[in-house]
């Protein structure tokens, strides 16, 4: 009981704690501009992804992610995909967004590396040449398999983080270690508790994505309680928390021997 009990403490102590760092970083990160509102809230450049027409001849693919717009910023987190082929000289984003009637799954409805109403995005994964080229079609097949692109749930999911965890178990090549905090990452049918998790690269357990256990390459042990994922990665050695990420080292992806 005494071993439960302070089990039960410590986790909600981590929980706490991770909600308020959360909120001190979704403040440092927004534009601090004025703003009346999302429609008025920055979305241009942040100036992160490579220039298309320099960078012409290269393939490219990145993930990234940036605090949700409003309060959900303070515990979630929206992704989103782009990529080029070598030659072309415009990326394709894809993201779900959970407004507008129909299909969720939309193609270039904004900026490739944009504020995300206000927030900073940062990147998860960045593989570029031909590690990038040869994952592209894999990553177009995985888009068009998404299995839920007329439904949007914000919690449990499947919202914007599911699609993008889609993706990166259809793709393993992306090594893909998206943050404790994509609320979503975690959903799984019903019918389809256990597989892979969003690396691609290991185990993962998950009752509707409100429950679980994960074990991953990028994403070490991770347990979900209601959506709240704490747990610990070795690659590097950083914690996973729910709200704020994680603390440690970034472990982005880059694909070993392509120019940068």
Same mark, same amino acid.
């Given at each position: 009981?005494?071993?439960?009990?302070?089990?039960?403490?410590?986790?909600?102590?981590?929980?706490?704690?991770?909600?308020?760092?959360?909120?001190?970083?979704?403040?440092?990160?927004?534009?601090?501009?004025?703003?009346?509102?999302?429609?008025?809230?920055?979305?241009?450049?942040?100036?992160?992804?490579?220039?298309?027409?320099?960078?012409?001849?290269?393939?490219?693919?990145?993930?990234?992610?940036?605090?949700?717009?409003?309060?959900?910023?303070?515990?979630?987190?929206?992704?989103?995909?782009?990529?080029?082929?070598?030659?072309?000289?415009?990326?394709?984003?894809?993201?779900?967004?959970?407004?507008?009637?129909?299909?969720?799954?939309?193609?270039?409805?904004?900026?490739?590396?944009?504020?995300?109403?206000?927030?900073?995005?940062?990147?998860?994964?960045?593989?570029?040449?031909?590690?990038?080229?040869?994952?592209?079609?894999?990553?177009?097949?995985?888009?068009?398999?998404?299995?839920?692109?007329?439904?949007?749930?914000?919690?449990?999911?499947?919202?914007?983080?599911? %699609?993008?965890?889609?993706?990166?178990?259809?793709?393993?090549?992306?090594?893909?270690?998206?943050?404790?905090?994509?609320?979503?990452?975690?959903?799984?049918?019903?019918?389809?508790?256990?597989?892979?998790?969003?690396?691609?690269?290991?185990?993962?357990?998950?009752? %509707?994505?409100?429950?679980?256990?994960?074990?991953?390459?990028?994403?070490?042990?991770?347990?979900?309680?209601?959506?709240?994922?704490?747990?610990?990665?070795?690659?590097?050695?950083?914690?996973?928390?729910?709200?704020?990420?994680?603390?440690?080292?970034?472990?982005?992806?880059?694909?070993?021997?392509?120019?940068?």
């Amino acid at each position: 009981m005494f071993v439960i009990k302070t089990f039960c403490l410590t986790l909600l102590a981590i929980i706490l704690l991770s909600l308020a760092a959360s909120v001190a970083q979704a403040l440092a990160q927004r534009d601090a501009r004025p703003q009346e509102g999302w429609w008025s809230a920055r979305r241009d450049s942040a100036g992160i992804a490579p220039d298309p027409r320099q960078n012409g001849q290269q393939a490219v693919v990145q993930v990234y992610a940036a605090p949700t717009w409003g309060w959900k910023g303070v515990v979630a987190v929206h992704p989103w995909i782009i990529f080029k082929r070598a030659g072309e000289t415009e990326y394709h984003r894809y993201e779900v967004i959970s407004w507008g009637a129909g299909n969720k799954v939309r193609h270039n409805r904004n900026t490739p590396d944009g504020y995300w109403y206000g927030a900073k995005p940062r990147l998860l994964a960045d593989i570029r040449g031909a590690n990038a080229e040869a994952m592209i079609p894999q990553i177009e097949a995985a888009i068009a398999s998404y299995p839920w692109p007329n439904l949007y749930r914000a919690w449990p999911g499947p919202n914007s983080n599911t %699609f993008i965890a889609h993706i990166g178990r259809e793709v393993p090549a992306l090594k893909l270690d998206m943050p404790a905090n994509a609320v979503g990452k975690d959903f799984r049918a019903l019918s389809n508790p256990i597989g892979l998790p969003p690396s691609g690269r290991g185990v993962q357990l998950s009752l %509707f994505g409100v429950a679980g256990l994960t074990l991953g390459i990028q994403e070490g042990i991770e347990l979900n309680l209601l959506g709240l994922n704490v747990g610990l990665d070795f690659t590097p050695l950083r914690l996973r928390l729910p709200f704020i990420g994680g603390i440690g080292r970034d472990n982005l992806q880059k694909s070993a021997g392509d120019e940068k």
